[in-house]
């Protein structure tokens, strides 16, 4: 059973506007013939209970940018917390003002819900420099994130009649939505002569969904990848150390200017 894990960005419209979109054509892409066995994906992950797909492909794209295992660990930094799911622009924001972790530091596969929404102290330090978001539904916008980047996260409005195919690939068949889920594309090409896009899924076993150009104009809701990445070992969460730090800074400067 896939989680609802995507919600709708309850951002205003003109909020929503001014947010940094890709330039169509930014990079030359080629639509070739796959060969699956050639590519080299993320780790695989597991979201299993809980509904922290976005967060769990924003990890997979740092991965890619990175080659350390990363955390979704900042699901719990989400603006609608303690609601489940979380939209994509927020995911966005929280890996480039939050950043997260390692897995090893802090292990986000295989949570519940409850887990992953406890408030973890974590020295956090990978983060990304920025984001851009392609137009929905344009796949070639996605291949064209993936050639400069590396990665691209993408979500999808579907149900498990359509979503839970064989050999791994959703089809279009027009059925009531029941949940929004949220995957990490991180090749493209052609299967079968068929625009593909292979996306790294928290939530199949086989951690692998291909994408097609019909599946992604029928249900693909938003998309957003990560342009670079930051190691900024910032201590994030300890409020009573950062008080702590503010406090010996006052005292000093008090002592400077001859201040009580």
Not at 67 to 83: E, I, L
Not at 130 to 158: F, M
Request: net charge positive; aromatic share 10%; charged share 15%.
């Amino acid at each position: 059973m896939i989680q609802n894990g995507v919600i709708k960005d309850p951002r205003p419209i003109k909020k929503q506007a001014v947010d940094f979109k890709h330039t169509a054509g930014s990079v030359a892409i080629t639509w070739q013939e796959l060969d699956l066995t050639k590519i080299q994906l993320s780790s695989q992950r597991f979201q299993n209970g809980s509904y922290s797909c976005i967060f769990q492909s924003c990890a997979s794209a740092l991965e890619k940018l990175t080659g350390k295992v990363c955390s979704a660990t900042p699901y719990f930094w989400r603006k609608n917390y303690p609601d489940q799911g979380a939209f994509l622009q927020d995911g966005g924001d929280i890996f480039y003002n939050r950043y997260t972790t390692t897995e090893a530091i802090s292990p986000s596969q295989n949570q519940t819900e409850a887990q992953m929404n406890q408030l973890k102290p974590l020295t956090t330090f990978l983060g990304i420099t920025g984001y851009r978001q392609p137009a929905i539904k344009d796949i070639d916008q996605i291949a064209e994130s993936i050639q400069a980047y590396g990665q691209c996260n993408v979500t999808y409005d579907s149900n498990s009649l359509e979503y839970i195919q064989l050999n791994n690939t959703p089809k279009y068949l027009g059925n009531a939505i029941t949940f929004g889920h949220c995957i990490c594309g991180q090749a493209y090409g052609l299967i079968n002569g068929v625009k593909t896009i292979v996306c790294r899924d928290s939530c199949m076993n086989s951690g692998i969904t291909l994408i097609t150009e019909d599946f992604h104009k029928n249900r693909n809701t938003g998309a957003l990848y990560f342009m670079g990445s930051k190691d900024v070992s910032v201590l994030q969460d300890n409020l009573q150390q950062q008080v702590s730090i503010l406090q010996k800074l006052i005292a000093l400067w008090k002592q400077v200017l001859g201040l009580k």
